[in-house]
């Protein structure tokens, strides 16, 4: 059940994990199952954990003041999954985050970050996934500034294969930011 978490800290790391510092992470995380549409994280709710995937899909979301959802995130199989600022800041949510897929996790209390932080691997490993997260943040805020619904659509698809497959077109859209009626045109073969 930790040789996906361990295998993801190794991928993002040149520091190798020791048996010691493999026990101390079993010991501040633990397993966590989500049934279909179960909620990791409610809006108003303080985010006190945060979660790796080991299978599954969940989605991140917030609802407007008419009821619709606007994805933040679509999560699958070694992503992470936490409300960065409610974590992070020990405020109350603005998102709801919940299963898409009957979905297992590994889940870490917000108290234990530090001791998780102190292992030199997963230290480097943190860096490397924040700086990844930002450009990628980066990428799909200037996507969505200057690329056409079709620019968009290609690139996720490109970027996020796997995606396309796990989630309904209507979630995808809401995802990019476009109407699910153009991404529905988009995904015609004579749109191609």
Known sequence: MYESLF???????????????KELIKSIWEPKRLKKHQFFLE????????????????RQYRVDNVGVEHIIQLAIENWWVADRDSFFNRTPSKYYIDAWETTQLLIMHRDNLDAFLKIPAV????WEMNQKNHIASQKRL?????????????????????????????????????????LSRLRRPSAK
């Open 7 to 21: 295998n993801y800290i190794s991928l993002y790391s040149t520091e190798s994990l020791s048996e010691t510092e």
């Open 43 to 58: 809006e108003n709710k303080v985010c006190t954990y945060t979660g790796f995937i080991l299978k599954g899909a969940l």
């Open 123 to 126: 230290k480097e490993m943190f």
């Open 142 to 182: 200037d996507d969505a500034m200057n690329l056409s619904a079709a620019g968009k659509y290609h690139n996720f698809q490109d970027q996020y294969p796997e995606l396309i497959q796990r989630f309904p077109q209507h979630q995808i859209a809401s995802y990019l930011g476009i109407a699910k009626e153009t």
